[in-house]
C-alpha cells in the first residue's frame, strides 16, 4: 500500500489541446491557426523557431494538424472512453480561431462556440470537470499577418475579448481556466509559443521579451475578466516545469543552473507575484532588451495574479559550464540540456526522472505558495501491436506509475496539488515532432506519420491500469 493519500475529490484525468487532436481545421468556420503550418518532417523545426516560409499552407507539405486525429467529429465517442476509465477531469482548450477566425471579429463565430458548448454538455454528461487552456499554442494566422502577433500591444485587447467572450459563454460549464500553455515555451520555439516570426539580423530576444510582457498583462486581465464574470472559478498560469540540475557542484555550473531556472520561472514569477523579478532587470540590461509599457500595467499585473500554477512536466535538465561537456552530452529536448548519467531517456532523448518531479513540485510551491494542478505528464514512445493487435505498454506503465507515486510523496511533502491530467489520455500530433508514432495515449489511434489510416480508436494495456489507479484513488499503482 503507498505511503501517501491523494486528497478526496482529486481531479485524476487527462490532457489535449486542440491543435493536436481537433482536425478540421477549417471546418465550422475556423480560421487558419500558426499551427496549421508546421509542416511534418525536418522543415518543423525552423517554422516553430519563427523562421516561417509563408503564411498559407504550401503545395506538397504534409501539416499534421489539418486531420490530427478528427477529435472534431470523433469527441463524443472519446469521450466516453475516457469516462470509462473513470476520469473526472478532461482538459481541453479553446482554438481562438474558431471563436474568432481571424482575431479580430466584434462578434464571435457562433458555430465555433457550439462545438465547445456540445464537448461541455457531453463531459458534464460524464461527471468530467472541463480544463480549459485559453491559449495552446495557437494565434489566428491573420493576427500574425497584420501585427506580427504577440509583438504587438494590439493582440493584447482582441486575446481579452476572445477571452471574455468564452468566460461569458461557459460561465456555467466551466469552472477551471489555464491561460496560456507553457507561457515560458515561447523563449524555446517562439513562433509555437507565441507566433512570432522572425527575420535575419532580428535582435530576437527584444521581440521575444516584448511579446512575453504583452502576454503576462493579457494573462493577469484575462484572470481578472474570470474573477468578474466566474467568481467561483479558478484560473492558473502554467509553466513547461522541469527543474536545471548542475552538472557538478562547480558553483560555477550551480549559477548556471539557477540562471536556467529563473529563465522560466520569469513568467510565473510575474504571473504568481504580480510583479517582474528582480533579477530581470539586471537580464534586460544586459541583452540590450528594453521594454515598451504602458502605465497601467503594473497595476495590472499586481492586482491579477493566478489562482493556482499549472505544470507540465516529462523530464529535469541539466547544465554544465564545461564546454567539453556540453558539446558531448546534448541531448534532444528543446530546452537544450545536457546528457544527466543518473537517469534514463525515453527514445526521444528525453530524460525520464520521477524523482525529478517530487523534487520540481516542491520547488515551484516553496516558491510560489499556490496550489498546484499538474497538468501534463506522460511518456512518448513507439507503440508496436502484438500479432493479436494489443498494445502491451507495460513502458508507459512503469513511467506514469512512477511519476504518480512520486507526485504521491509532494503531497505527503505537504504540497496541495489539484489533480493530473496526464498527457495524453489518447494518441495525438506530437507538437514538437509533428510525428504520430510519437504516442503517449492509453487509447491507440490507427494514423500514422503521413496520414494514413482509419483513426480506429483501440485500447492499450495501460487503459485498465489508469482505470484501476483512477478507482482506487492513487492507491493502486501496481
Ligand atoms: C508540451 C505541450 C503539449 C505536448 C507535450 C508533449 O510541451 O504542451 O502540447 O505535445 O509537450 O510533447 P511532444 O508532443 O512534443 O512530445
Not at 140 to 151: A, F, I, N
Not at 339 to 344: G, S, W
Not at 398 to 412: D, F, T, V
Amino acid at each position: 500500500m503507498a505511503n501517501y493519500t491523494f486528497p478526496d475529490g482529486f481531479l485524476w484525468g487527462g490532457a489535449t489541446a486542440a491543435n493536436q487532436v481537433e482536425g478540421a481545421y477549417l471546418e465550422g468556420g475556423k480560421g487558419l491557426t500558426t499551427v496549421d503550418l508546421m509542416p511534418a518532417g525536418e522543415k518543423r523545426g525552423p517554422v516553430m523557431k519563427g523562421y516561417v516560409p509563408s503564411l498559407e499552407p504550401l503545395e506538397g507539405e504534409f501539416y499534421p494538424s489539418h486531420e490530427a486525429i478528427d477529435f472534431y467529429h470523433h469527441y463524443k465517442s472519446d469521450i466516453a472512453l475516457f469516462a470509462e476509465m473513470g476520469f473526472k477531469a478532461l482538459r481541453i482548450s479553446i482554438a481562438w480561431s474558431r471563436i474568432f477566425p481571424t482575431g479580430e471579429e466584434e462578434i464571435p463565430n457562433e458555430e465555433g462556440l457550439r462545438f465547445y458548448d456540445s464537448l461541455f454538455d457531453e463531459l458534464k454528461k460524464h461527471d468530467m470537470e472541463p480544463v480549459v487552456t485559453l491559449a495552446h499554442f495557437d494565434v489566428p494566422v491573420h493576427l500574425v499577418e497584420k501585427y506580427g502577433s504577440w509583438r504587438s500591444r494590439e493582440v493584447v485587447g482582441l486575446f481579452e475579448h476572445y477571452a471574455k467572450t468564452v468566460f461569458q459563454r461557459y460561465q456555467d460549464k466551466v469552472k477551471y481556466w489555464v491561460t496560456f500553455n507553457e507561457i515560458n515555451m515561447l523563449l524555446h520555439l517562439p513562433f509555437m509559443g507565441a507566433g512570432l516570426t522572425f527575420q535575419e539580423g532580428d535582435n530576437v530576444k527584444q521581440i521575444q521579451y516584448q511579446a512575453a510582457h504583452h502576454q503576462l498583462v493579457a494573462s493577469a486581465l484575462a484572470v481578472k475578466a474570470c474573477h468578474e464574470i466566474i467568481p467561483d472559478a479558478q484560473i492558473g498560469c502554467m509553466l513547461a516545469a522541469g527543474m536545471f540540475y548542475p552538472y557538478t557542484c562547480d558553483p560555477a555550473d550551480v549559477k548556471k543552473a539557477m540562471d536556467r531556472d529563473r529563465e522560466s520561472f520569469f513568467f510565473i514569477d510575474v504571473q504568481a507575484r504580480g510583479y517582474y523579478p528582480s533579477y530581470a532587470k539586471r537580464f534586460f540590461k544586459e541583452n540590450n532588451i528594453s521594454l515598451v509599457t504602458e502605465p497601467q500595467d503594473e497595476e495590472i499585473l499586481a492586482a491579477h495574479t493566478a489562482d493556482y500554477l499549472a505544470m507540465s512536466y516529462y523530464s529535469s535538465r541539466t547544465t554544465s559550464t564545461d564546454p567539453e561537456i556540453t558539446r558531448k552530452s546534448t541531448s534532444g529536448n528543446v530546452f537544450g540540456s545536457v546528457r544527466n548519467p543518473y537517469v534514463k531517456k525515453s527514445e526521444w532523448g528525453w530524460t525520464i526522472d520521477p524523482l525529478g518531479f517530487r523534487i520540481t513540485i516542491n520547488q515551484l510551491y516553496d516558491r510560489y505558495q499556490k496550489p498546484i494542478f499538474v497538468v501534463e505528464n506522460g511518456l512518448g514512445a513507439i507503440d508496436t501491436p502484438d500479432e493479436n493487435g494489443n498494445i502491451e505498454d507495460d513502458y508507459r506503465i512503469e513511467y506514469l506509475r512512477e511519476h504518480i507515486s512520486a507526485m504521491g510523496e509532494a503531497i505527503e511533502d505537504g504540497v496541495p496539488i489539484i489533480g493530473y491530467t496526464s498527457w495524453a489520455p489518447i494518441d495525438m500530433v506530437s507538437a514538437s515532432s509533428g510525428e504520430m508514432k510519437k504516442r503517449y495515449g492509453y487509447i491507440y489511434v490507427d494514423r500514422d506519420n503521413q496520414g494514413n489510416g482509419t483513426k480506429a480508436r483501440s485500447k492499450k494495456k495501460s487503459f485498465d491500469w489508469y482505470k484501476k489507479v483512477i478507482a482506487t484513488n492513487g492507491q493502486d499503482l501496481d
